[in-house]
Every structure is written in C-alpha cells, then in structure tokens.
C-alpha cells in the first residue's frame, strides 16, 4: 500500500517536474531574447554617434574659417597697396572670423573627451591670436591712413612749388627728385638706400627752405618726413599681421579634429560590424527557430495524421469525399470492403462515381448525393454488392461536408443484417414460446379457479353452518365462543386463499381491482384487534390514529388494502423491540386521496437499503442483524410483502413510500384513491343488528335457490326460510329453468358452477324466455376467485353477485335491495366476538424465559396439545405451572380463552426448534 502511494508520489513529482521543463527552459528562452535585445540596442547607439551633418558642418566652418583669415590678409595687402576704398571688407571679415570662431567652440559630440580638451586650448589660442591680429589691422589702418594722406598731399605740394615761375630749375629738378625719391619708397616700402637719398634731399630742401621761408616747401618737407618715418612702421605692422599663425593654427586644429573623426569612425565601424554580425545572428537564430517550429509542427501533423489514419483505419467504415458531380475528393480505404479491396486513395481520387461503380449503383449514389446537397439533411440508404458469390449488405450515409461537397460513410452492415434475421426468427420462436406460455398461464388460472373453488366450497359450508349456529339462542356461551373461534379461523383461512391466489395473480400477470364499499372504520378496527396482542405481546403500544372527518364508507379492493396495512403492522411489530406503533389515516378530500402511515420505533432502515425494500425477496442488513439478534422473537419473512404492497398500492391509485432513521424507527406512507360509497349506511347498520324477520304487510315473496352441493342449498333454505321467505331448490341449471317456468320466483340465488347447466346458461336461458312481468331479479352465487367471473354473470343476465362463502348479512341485504323487502331486527346490536376480544396487559405476557423454565417434556405436550387445539389438555398442563409463574399459567389461560392455540404452537414450537423463520403474519397470504 504505502510502496503504491509512495510510487505514485513519484509519479507526480515526476510529472509536476516535467511539467515545470519546459516552463522554466520558456523563461530562459525569454531572457536570453530580452538581453540580446539589449546589447543590440547598446551596439545600435554606439554605431550612430557619429553625426555625419554635424560633422560636415563643422568641416565646412574649419574650411571658411581658414579661407575668411586669408582673405582678411588679403584685404590687408590690398590696404597697403591703396587698393582699398575703405577699410570696410577688413572689419567684416574679421568680424566673420570671429562669428566663425565662436561656432568652432560647438564640438561634435563624437570628438572624445582628451581631444575635445586639446581642441578647446587651440580655439581658445586662436580667438587670442585672433584679438591681436585685430590689434595689429586697426594699428595698420590708421599708419595707412596717415602716410595715404601724406601721399596725396605731398605731390600736389610739389607740384605747386614746381610750377612756381620763380622757381630756380636746379630747384625744380631737386623738387621732382624729392618726389620721385617719396613715391619711390611708398612702392618698395622699406629701402635703405631711398631712405638715406631721401633724408638727404630733407635736408637740402630744409636748407632751402630755411633761406626762402617757403611754407609749401616747408608742408612738403613735413609730408616728406612722415612718409619717411611712418613707411617703416606701416610695414612692421603689415609684417606682424601677415605672421600671425592663425592659418598655421587652424591647420593644427583642423588636424586634431580629423584625427578625431578618423577614430570616431572607426569606433562606429567596429559597432556598425558588431551590430550587423548579432542582427544576422539574431536572424538566422529566429529563422533556425522558425524552422524547428515547423519542422516540430510538421512532424505533430505528421504524427496526428497518422493517429487520425490509424483511428480511421480503426472505423470499420469506409469513407471518401465527393464533388457535387461524384468526383472523388478523398477516399480513406478500409481492408473489410471486400468490394473496394483492391482500390487504393490514388486510383480513386479525381475519378467519378459513374467511373468506379456499376452503373445503377452510381445513378442512385448520385440521386442521394443531389439530394443531401438540395435539403442538407443526411440521406441514408442502403444497399446489396455481390463479392464472390456472397452478399453483402451495405448502408451508405450521405451528409454535406462543405459547399457543393458530400462525405460519404459506407457501413458494412452484413451482420447486422444477418442478426436481424435471426432476431426476426427467433422473436417468431419467442412468439410462440409466449403463446404456449399464455395457454400454460391460462391453464394455471383455470388451476387455481378451480382449486379456489375447491377450497372455497367447504369453507362456505364450515363458515355458513357456524352463522347459522349463531342465529340460535340456544348456545351457550361456551359454544358461542367456540363458534366464534370457528368463524375467525374460518375467515381467516379464506383471506389466506384470497391472499394466495392473489399472489399467483400477480404472477400471472392478472392482478385486477375489485372494488366494493368498504368500512373503513370497521377495516381499521379488525386490523387493530388483529395487532393489539401481537404488540402488546411484545410490550409495545399499539395506536391508532384516525381524522375526524374520515369518511367511514369508501369504494376501494378491501382485500388488497387490508393486505397492504396487514404487511406494514405485520412489520413494524416484527421489527420493533420496545416503543409504539402508530397507525394514522388522513383523508384529504381535495385530492380524494386517503392517506395511511404505519409508524414504529424499531431497527430502521438504511437510506441506501430505502429504495431496494421494495423489491422482491430484499431484506435489510438491519433486520437481518435483528433476526440473528432475537431469533426467538422476530419472525422472520420472505421479503415479498412490500413488493407486493407496492403492486397493491399502484393498482388503488396511489404510491407507497418510506421515511427512516436506522435505530430511531421507520414510518411506512401510502395514499390510494377512493371515492366515497353512497348508500351504504343501510347496507351496513343492518350487518350490525341481526335480522329476525319481516315486517307485515309485504307480499310473500318466493325464492328459488339452485345450487348443486345439499350442504350449499341447505344453508341459504335454513338461513331464508326462518326470516319468512317461500323457498324452493334446484340442483341444477336445467331444474332452475322448469322450476321457474312453473313456480316464477321473485328472485334466484344462481350457483354459477353446475352440472348438467351451469347457472351462466341458466341465466341466459331464463332471461332470453322471460316475459316482462315475470322477469326474476337473478343472484349468482360462486366461489370463483375471479372477478372476470363477475363480469361474465352480469353479462349472462344475472344482476347482482355474491362471493361465497358470504356472509348472511350480505344475503339478506341484497335481497332487500333488489326486492325492496322490508325487516324486523333483533332490538339489541349483535356483539361480535372479535370485537369483545379483550387483550393481555403487557403483565400478562408470556415470557420466553418463563417458558423456559418449565422442563422441556412439559413444553412439548404444550405444543402438541396446541397443535390439537386441545383446550382441556392445555388446561391440565396449565394447572401443573408453579405458583411461582402465575403470569405464565394466566397468558396461557387466556389465549386458550381465546382461541389462540396457533400463538401457543408458534411460542413453543420457535422456542423447541429454535427456529429462526417463523410465521410471518402476512407469510401465509403471501409465501406461495
Ligand atoms: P418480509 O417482512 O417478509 O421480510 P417485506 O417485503 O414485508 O418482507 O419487507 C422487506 C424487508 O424490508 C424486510 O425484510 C425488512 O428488512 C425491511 N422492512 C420492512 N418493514 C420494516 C420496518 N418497519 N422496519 C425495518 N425494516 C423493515
């Protein structure tokens, strides 16, 4: 046990383990996509921090940069030579410059950090650079200026002092030297041999000037001096303007920055190659990964189309796909189609039906196709191949499996066909098996009608002669006890016969319900005096419950409900140790339905035994246990009653059902429908007055009874003579007929059964002949057990049917009924012994350990005698009890007392034997 548990642990884990895999590998699998993912990203951002417009753009400002700075020294040069108007492009182009400078310091962001710091000194060293230079072009400008303005004065001074008239020419021409000298030095700016003629010539002309006092000489010679001293300076400052390594240095820079560039590229080229190699990875992973998948899904599809091959070559059908036209789509072969055994799916597929199939055969496959395709409901239809001289029977299914499309599912139903035939073959056996069975059962009926009438006929004589006895005055009390014993055992032998062959009825199958009026209080009465000691033998209360609007006359079968309540008391005493049983009847006049519980305080019953108890021959583990408990005083059954109650129930209209607790007690509930009697108040209070005659004045009313059996037909003289009817006898059919041609009864007691002519003929006979005013009111009086007998007399003619053995009440009620005779009654109500029977106090009870302790030879004389019903021999071993057990010799002497000799051989005889079965109250009726 605990090696399967533990394995199945295993199993589990193993499972749960297996379960967990792939789980675990999805997650990893997800992870190792999410970093790739990342680094491809990394890598992406790497690859793309080069900015190529930005880089361009920074190019091109190094470019300009480099190209304004020459121009602005070209501008430069162009001052000096005079070519300049103005000094305007100057001062735009440094301003240019400046602007240029300025959007140098943005940086491309690829530059790294070292050489960014490098390029930030050298921007830094050329705006510095750059201030000078400016220094240096404003200082330029205004030398320029000055020696520019000194130029064009200069020549038109000498011009004027040359072209005086008083002028000496030698003068004149050191004039025009001085001038030539001037311009001289302006062209080659810095000449130390013009300089050295041209101080010379100064002072000459200062010496002149001196002696003259010529002012234009003496402007002039000032001119001619700051030429002389500003020629120099202009040049020095041009000088330093031109070297000025601005170019030299953006050169530098430039280089730095393209280095930069260079490295930044190759960084990018390294990520761009990295990025491109785990793209192509990645792809070429997600392809592998793709085509596994498929690969995987085709293998599964694969694999189901196998199974779902496998799983079809498994249907003993066989199955295909047809166009709307009867080609074949799709054909699944099967190896028990003898007819297609040859054809495989190629040699089928994209042929017709009118190709493969007889041509009958594909007309009609065709007809069915057209018509499961119009309605789109299945066609199923079958039909014969002949294979190598055998038939087989084929059953075709056509259904629409998609537009203009039909699958077709052939059955071989060969066998099946076969068994039909057999079944129809045997159903013909089984046919006449049941009618020999029918005539068999009905041989059985006529069995049991005629043992009934067998049996029923002494009884009717014992029962009838025993009421007569009772119409007397002169018994004693004795006798009258006697004769009440006689008839208690009497009727209680013919409820046993009526029980039996109801049992057999049931089994035949021809249970019907013969309902009569019935007294319910006087049926619940009975069966309370038939419990009262039984219970109280045990110690048990019993009670009995009824509404007070109970209707006391009700039509129902009497005899199958006193069963049915004669099963649920029998039981509940039987089951029952200590407690009380409790009878109630409830009315409920909307339904009509008259309500019955049986309640007791016994065993009980399991729920799951609840259903099953009533079914034949079922017995609960409770009660078994109870009868192995206490087998001296439970009786045990056979398990028929409550099947048998059932049947009863259903068959009054009504159902039966239980409520249980086991140990606490059960409470059997049943309803069966009854219709209230009418009329019946008459019917019964004379049953309970004893008729002793007729009133006067009422015609003398003659009576033929015709019965075959002398006892039988003394019994109805001796009971109607007395009263004051004219009574005559006939023994048969045939005498009744001439009897009353000659005699015309008012009335005939008919016997049904009789040789020579039986009384259905008789009554025929006499009806067919009657003539209006002597029609004879006709009785039928059997001991048929049957109540299609009933019907059949009616039927004959009779009008009326009285079941024997009959009670003498019944006799003298339906004579009045049906005559309108009138009675005299004796003035006091009969008493009927039954229901003077007083019973034991639970003091009085025998008790099974006083039983025992009388020797054992004492006990079995009991039991004989009891068997004997030997009262006197009872009496003398009752004197022999001990003083000691006076309870004992009491019981005893009250069951003798009253008639109870079978209560006595059931004690001693359970208690000798020790016998566990014993007689169940309803066992006799029902234990055939
Ligand atoms: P029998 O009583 O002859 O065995 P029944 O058909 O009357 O047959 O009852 C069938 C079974 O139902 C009984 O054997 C008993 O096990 C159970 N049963 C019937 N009535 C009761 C009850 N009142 N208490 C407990 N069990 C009962």
Redesign the pocket.
């Known amino acids: 046990m605990t090696r399967v548990a533990g394995s199945s642990q295993n199993d589990r884990s193993g499972r749960s383990n297996r379960e967990k895999r792939p789980s675990r590998l999805l997650r990893w699998n997800a992870l190792a996509w999410v970093g790739f993912a990342i680094l491809l990203m990394v890598l992406w951002n790497k690859a793309n921090i080069l900015d190529i417009h930005q880089h361009s753009d920074y190019l091109t400002l190094l470019r300009d940069s480099q190209a304004v700075d020459a121009r602005l020294n070209q501008s430069v040069l162009e001052a000096r030579l005079g070519q300049l108007s103005s000094y305007d492009p100057i001062v735009t182009k440094t301003a240019k410059l400046k602007q240029i400078q300025a959007k140098l310091q943005q940086i491309p962001s690829f530059v790294d950090p070292t050489e960014r710091a490098a390029l930030d000194q050298l921007l830094r060293r050329q705006r510095e650079l750059l201030q000078a230079k400016e220094v240096l072009i404003n200082q330029f400008n205004s030398q320029n200026a000055v020696l520019k303005n000194s130029l064009s004065y200069f020549p038109i001074l000498v011009r004027t002092l040359v072209e005086k008239p008083t002028i000496a020419p030698s003068q004149s021409e050191q004039l025009n030297l001085f001038l030539q000298n001037v311009l001289l030095l302006d062209v080659l700016g810095d000449s130390e041999d013009v300089s050295a003629q041209l101080m010379q010539q100064i002072e000459q002309l200062e010496a002149l000037e001196a002696d003259q006092s010529n002012e234009p000489l003496k402007t002039a010679i000032a001119h001619a001096q700051l030429i002389l001293q500003g020629q120099p300076r202009r040049e020095a400052l041009l000088h330093g303007i031109l070297i000025v390594s601005t170019r030299d240095m953006s050169e530098d820079f430039a280089q730095i920055y393209y280095q930069s560039y260079q490295r930044a590229l190759t960084t990018v080229d390294f990520y761009r190659f990295w990025f491109f190699v785990l793209c192509t990875v990645g792809v070429i992973a997600i392809a592998a990964s793709i085509i596994l998948k498929l690969r995987r899904s085709e293998r599964a599809l694969r694999q189901s189309e196998t199974k779902f091959r496998t799983l079809l070559s498994a249907i003993p059908d066989l199955m295909m796909r047809l166009t709307a036209d009867g080609t074949y789509l799709d054909f699944i072969p099967n190896k028990s189609f003898k007819a297609y055994l040859n054809h495989t799916e190629r040699d089928v597929v994209g042929k017709t039906v009118f190709e493969l199939l007889p041509a009958q055969l594909a007309r009609e496959r065709m007809t069915y196709i057209r018509q499961a395709l119009k309605t789109g409901e299945l066609q199923v239809y079958e039909y014969q191949l002949i294979n190598d001289n055998e038939i087989q029977h084929l059953e075709n299914r056509v259904v629409v499996s998609g537009k203009n499309e039909v699958l077709i599912i052939i059955r071989d139903i060969t066998e099946k066909k076969k068994a039909q035939i057999e079944l129809e073959s045997q159903k013909a056996f089984l046919q006449q098996a049941k009618e020999a069975a029918e005539s068999a059962n009905k041989a059985k009926s006529i069995f049991l009608s005629n043992m009934s009438h067998e049996l029923r006929t002494p009884l009717n004589v014992i029962l009838g002669f025993a009421q007569l006895l009772n119409y007397g005055d002169s018994l004693t009390a004795h006798q009258q006890q006697y004769l009440d014993a006689i008839s208690r055992s009497g009727e209680h032998l013919l409820m046993l016969i009526n029980d039996v062959l109801e049992m057999s009825k049931i089994e035949a199958g021809r249970i019907l319900l013969n309902e009569t009026n019935v007294d319910l209080y006087a049926v619940i009465q009975t069966l309370q005096q038939m419990f009262q000691f039984k219970a109280e033998s045990k110690g048990l209360q019993l009670i009995v419950e009824q509404s007070s609007d109970l209707p006391q006359y009700i039509r129902t079968d009497e005899s199958k409900l006193r069963q049915v309540l004669v099963?649920l008391l029998g039981?509940?005493v039987?089951?029952t140790q200590t407690g009380a049983i409790v009878l109630r009847v409830q009315w409920q006049p909307d339904t009509a339905n008259f309500h019955f519980a049986v309640s007791?305080t016994?065993?009980?019953?399991a729920p799951e035994e609840r259903d099953r108890?009533f079914d034949p021959f079922?017995?609960?583990e409770?009660?078994q246990q109870f009868h192995l408990n206490t087998p001296l005083q439970a009786q045990n059954?056979?398990?028929?009653?409550?099947?048998i109650s059932r049947r009863f129930v259903q068959l009054l209209g009504g159902e039966i059902w239980v409520e249980s607790q086991v140990g606490v007690g059960?409470t059997?509930h049943f309803t069966i429908q009854a219709q209230l009697a009418e009329g019946d108040g008459m019917l019964i209070q004379s049953s309970q007055y004893q008729v002793i005659g007729l009133e006067p004045g009422q015609p003398t009313y003659r009576i033929l009874i015709v019965e075959d059996k002398l006892e039988n037909r003394q019994l109805l003289v001796e009971l109607l003579r007395p009263i004051g009817f004219e009574v005559q006898e006939a023994i048969n059919g045939q005498e009744a007929i001439e009897q009353w041609k000659a005699w015309l009864p008012h009335l005939i007691c008919l016997d049904l059964r009789m040789p020579v002519l039986n009384g259905y003929q008789a009554a025929q006979q006499i009806r067919a002949q009657q003539q209006n005013n002597e029609a004879p009111i006709i009785i039928a009086i059997t001991s048929s057990a049957f109540e299609e007998d009933r019907h059949q007399a009616l039927a004959a003619g009779c009008d009326d049917f009285v079941r024997k053995p009959f009670r003498a009440d019944i006799i003298f009620e339906k004579i009045a009924q049906h005559l309108g005779v009138r009675y005299r009654y004796a003035a006091e109500p009969r008493s009927l012994s039954i229901r003077a029977t007083s019973v034991l106090k639970p003091s009085e009870l025998i008790e099974i350990d006083q039983l025992n302790h009388m020797p054992p030879a004492w006990r079995t004389q009991l039991h004989e005698a009891a068997i004997r019903v030997d009262a006197e021999a009872i009496g003398q071993l009752i004197e022999q009890i001990p003083e000691s057990q006076a309870d004992l010799a009491k019981a005893l002497t009250y069951l003798v007392d009253q008639f109870q000799f079978e209560e006595i051989v059931a004690r001693t005889k359970l208690k000798f034997t020790e016998c566990i079965r014993s007689a169940?109250p309803?066992?006799e009726h029902f234990q055939i």
């Open positions: 099963n039981n509940a039987k089951f007791d016994g065993v009980g019953i108890i079922v017995q609960t409770a009660t059954g056979t398990g028929l009653g409550l099947a059960s059997f169940h309803n066992e």
